[in-house]
Nanobody, 115 residues
Framework: VQLQASGGGLVQAGGSLRLSCVAS????????MGWYRQAPGIQRELVAT???????NYADSVKGRFTISRDNAENTILLQMNSLKPDDTAVYYC??????????WGKGTQVTVSS
């Protein structure tokens, strides 16, 4: 299984970006999918997750600003990021956990928010 993330870029504070993660197979085989991020010198942290049933979980730092969603037909999860802050600058990684507990990571996409 491969996860391909895209949508990162450079944006000013207050702006928006939308990240996409496309899986090479059906995402219905993943009980959990999500986004993590890692800034330089900081441990990778959870941003948002979504279950097969659509239950969502967000880091406190992004609640009210980020929205995670999934499109099962397109084997894609999305992360809509609004009201971006410089502290959101990081490499964002797509993550998936299969029904058997196998964890997959995609290559990251850089998000840079300028002040």
């Amino acid at each position: 299984v491969q996860l391909q993330a895209s949508g990162g870029g450079l944006v000013q504070a207050g702006g928006s970006l939308r990240l996409s993660c496309v899986a090479s197979g059906s995402i219905l085989t993943f009980r959990l999918m999500g986004w993590y991020r890692q800034a330089p010198g900081i441990q990778r942290e959870l941003v948002a997750t979504i279950t097969t049933g659509g239950n969502r979980n967000y880091a406190d730092s992004v609640k009210g600003r980020f929205t995670i969603s999934r499109d099962n037909a397109e084997n894609t999860i999305l992360l809509q990021m609004n009201s971006l802050k410089p502290d959101d600058t990081a490499v964002y990684y797509c993550n998936a956990v299969s029904d058997f507990g196998v964890v997959y990571w995609g290559k990251g996409t850089q998000v840079t928010v300028s002040s």
